[in-house]
Structures are given as C-alpha cells and as structure tokens.
T-cell receptor, first 112, second 108 residues
C-alpha cells in the first residue's frame, strides 16, 4: 500500500539554525499539508499546498516558515531560524482521491 | 473556543467493554475524520465521514450533521486498542482542525 514518508525521523538543531524537513507524498495525490504537534498538545494545521502554491496557512506559519515542492516528488518544510518553541513533531499529509488524508510518520524536531 | 471538542479526555476500560468517544464541532465541515495516534506518535486514519455510519471491524463511527456531533465506538475492546483517538474536522480540502484527543487505555 502506498504511504507518505518523512525524513529525518528525528532532527536536533541549535536555536537560530535553519532546518529542512522532507516529505514524499503519495505519488498521485495533489494536495499536501504540514501539521505540527507540540508535546502534550493537539495537532495544529500549518499550511496546505496545491498546484505548486500555498492554498492556506495558519497564523503559526509566519515568515520563518516556507514550503516547496522542488522536484515533483518531495515536499519540504523549511524553518529559517529555529526557536525553542519550534520543538514539536511535524507531520506531512497528502490528500487522496476520496478526500482521505494520509499522514507520514512524523519528524520530531528538537531545538536546543 | 475550541472548534472541535472531544470527550472524554481520558478513558480506561477492561478488555471486552464497549467504548464510546464523542466529538462535537462548531464549524461547517466537508467531512469528519477519526484518527488513531499510538505512543510512537504516528497518526493513522480510521474513518472519514460526511454522513451516516461506517464500520470497520470492531470500530464504528457515526455522524449527525444537524447536531454537529460524531461518535466513535469500539466493540469488544482489547489492550491493543490503547491509543489516543483524535477527531478532526475537514474544512473543504484546505485543512483539518483537530480535537485534543481521547487517551484510551484498555486493561486485560
């Protein structure tokens, strides 16, 4: 069964550093999402992406964040200058033909 | 105010019990999702509903669009059902709005 993959599974970075989280959505899906979950809190929407542009973004998704689909398969989330409060689990998801979202296993980002 | 509310927050059960988790939402939705999150953190989609009822094995999900309410039922619960169950409202194709989750522990 096709699945969404994410790399790395765990990323440790120092405050102020740039990080890129990578996702490979399911190949025939057209809508892509990033969500995050701070430890002990609920999952929050960050951004949706369709037709090579941002469809919607949340208040969390400020100028420090960017997304792109550089090569038609990967879908990346970049955080330009990480803050301690960016520590969270980041989930990528893609939308199937019957509108079911398929989630990747997540990347645990730890900012020290 | 949370747009998606779940109850209870925590639930313990003995193996074999019938379990119900409730979800209420205040926004207009295109669909309602039930998700399962295991301790390792991964999220698995269980159901997507826009009306009526769906069943998969021992899991049943129902939705009442007029009352903006959905329930997830687990029949004959088993310790391997222990997980966090999350209700999420789909706003068109743009995003999911998540509830806080219900932590279920089923004891043998």
């Amino acid at each position: 069964e096709p699945e969404v993959t994410q790399t790395p599974s765990h990323q440790v970075t120092q405050m102020g550093q740039e990080v890129i989280l990578r996702c490979v959505p399911i190949s025939n899906h057209l809508y892509f999402y990033w969500y995050r979950q701070i430890l002990g809190q609920k999952v929050e929407f960050l951004v949706s992406f369709y037709n090579n542009e941002i469809s919607e973004k949340s208040e969390i998704f400020d100028d420090q964040f960017s997304v792109e689909r550089p090569d038609g398969s990967n879908f990346t989330l970049k955080i330009r200058s990480t803050k301690l409060e960016d520590s969270a689990m980041y989930f990528c998801a893609s939308l199937g033909l019957v509108y079911e979202q398929y989630f990747g296993p997540g990347t645990r980002l730890t900012v020290t | 105010k949370n747009e998606v509310e779940q109850s209870p927050q925590n639930l313990t059960a003995q193996e074999g019990e019938f379990i119900t988790i409730n979800c209420s939402y205040s926004v207009g939705i295109s669909a309602l999702h039930w998700l399962q999150q295991h301790p390792g953190g991964g999220i698995v989609s269980l159901f997507m509903l826009s009306s009526g009822k769906k069943k998969h094995g021992r899991l049943i999900a129902t939705i009442n669009i007029q009352e903006k309410h959905s329930s997830l039922h687990i029949t004959a619960s088993h310790p391997r059902d222990s997980a966090v169950y999350i209700c999420a409202a789909a706003i068109n194709t743009d995003k999911l709005i998540f509830g806080t989750g219900t932590r279920l522990q089923v004891f043998p």
